[in-house]
Nanobody, 115 residues
Framework: QVQLVESGGGLVQAGGSLRLSCAASGNIFSISAMHWYRQAPGKQREMVATVTRGGSTNYADSVKGRFTISRDAAGNTVYLQMNSLKPEDTGLYYC?????????WGQGTQVTVSS
């Protein structure tokens, strides 16, 4: 089992920055990749950024150049640095861990960007 707890969401003006954190606990050695997803009201959940166990990263086109995913040396915490935020970045942001036999989700943290 893996537990994920997100933090760092909030209200910010357009052009501002936020940093989200996702603390993982439990059987973290089973995790092969971690992702940030987001879901805006009335829209489907979409992948925002990925970091693999090997350190490779991938981003949605809509956030490339503005968001950066990273993790601490122990691999326990994953961050999402979000710069130049836009109103369309508003949504509930979820941390996701892909493990060998299961997938795990955090409870989500709300990001609201005002224009």
């Amino acid at each position: 089992q893996v537990q994920l707890v997100e933090s760092g969401g909030g209200l910010v003006q357009a052009g501002g920055s936020l940093r989200l954190s996702c603390a993982a606990s439990g059987n973290i050695f089973s995790i092969s990749a971690m992702h940030w997803y987001r879901q805006a009201p009335g829209k489907q959940r979409e992948m925002v950024a990925t970091v693999t166990r090997g350190g490779s990263t991938n981003y949605a086109d809509s956030v490339k150049g503005r968001f950066t995913i990273s993790r601490d040396a122990a691999g326990n915490t994953v961050y999402l640095q979000m710069n130049s935020l836009k109103p369309e970045d508003t949504g509930l942001y979820y941390c996701h861990a892909a493990a060998i036999v299961a997938n795990y989700w955090g409870q989500g943290t709300q990001v609201t960007v005002s224009s």
